[in-house]
């Protein structure tokens, strides 16, 4: 069975703490890797995509890495407005739908 | 403004009334879909369309039916309501890649509240 597992579900930093988000899954074939931001209230926001084991993708403070197990989104020096929750999503080859994880909460603090 | 726009946001309903809610994008995309947000079950996938005329069951297809009869709209149907659909519900578009297969960003409606009693 098709799984998206991402951890830890909640993070709590101080701003300008780095550290890290997990998104692991196990998907018969990947097509694709997406993450989104969503703020409380909000639809999911484009972050990244990314295809194949050993790319990378930066933006601002963000940086989302694959291997063919997981992903990493890495955030550097976050501040308050990064806090948000993370959602991580898959593409199999075999179709067009996408599994979402759990997503991750992330507070940072002042 | 490229957006993706649903309606009503907000709706209280009783069970066994339908009810239709829309999903309209003007970004000319081919894909769309709706998803249902649950607390601990995340972002789920009911249904999907890679154009007009296709549509495609996601994870939580049932109770559910969808349309594509024109690009820009993807309205979804719920014949016979239930409490157990009461959800926030988004829906979504993207462009389709080179390939016809890989997905583009997909950019999220403002999310529908849904509950049934």
């Known amino acids: 069975e098709d799984q998206v597992t991402q951890s830890p579900e909640a993070l709590r930093l101080q701003e300008g703490e780095s550290s890290s988000l997990n998104c692991s899954y196990t998907?018969?074939?990947?097509?694709?890797l997406f993450w989104y931001r969503q703020d409380p209230g909000k639809g999911p926001e484009f972050l990244f995509t990314?295809?194949?084991a050993g790319e990378e993708k930066e933006k601002e403070r963000l940086k989302a890495t694959l291997t063919k197990k997981e992903s990493f989104l890495h955030i550097t020096a976050p501040k308050p407005e990064d806090s948000a929750t993370y959602l991580c999503?898959?593409?199999?080859?075999?179709?067009?739908?996408?599994?979402f994880g759990e997503g991750t909460q992330l507070t940072v603090n002042p | 403004e490229a957006q993706v726009t649903q309606n009503p946001r907000y709706l209280i309903t009783v069970t066994g009334k339908k009810l239709t809610v829309t999903c309209s994008q003007n970004?000319?995309?081919?894909?769309m879909s709706w998803y249902r947000q649950d607390p601990g079950l995340g972002l789920r996938q009911i249904y999907y369309?890679?154009?007009?005329?296709?549509?495609d069951k996601g994870d939580v297809p049932e109770g559910y039916k969808v349309s594509r009869k024109e690009k820009r709209n993807f309205p979804l149907i719920l014949e016979s309501p239930s409490p157990n659909q009461t959800s926030l519900y988004f829906c979504?578009?993207?462009?389709?890649?080179?390939?016809?297969?890989?997905?583009?960003?997909?950019?999220f409606g403002p999310g529908t509240r849904l509950t049934v009693t």
């Open positions: 999503a898959v593409q199999k080859t075999s179709g067009s739908r996408l599994t």
């Open positions: 990314l295809y194949s």
């Open positions: 970004m000319n995309h081919e894909y």
């Open positions: 369309s890679m154009n007009v005329e296709v549509t």
């Open positions: 979504a578009s993207s462009f389709r890649g080179t390939s016809g297969r890989e997905l583009g960003e997909q950019y």
């Open positions: 998907v018969s074939g990947l097509r694709g």
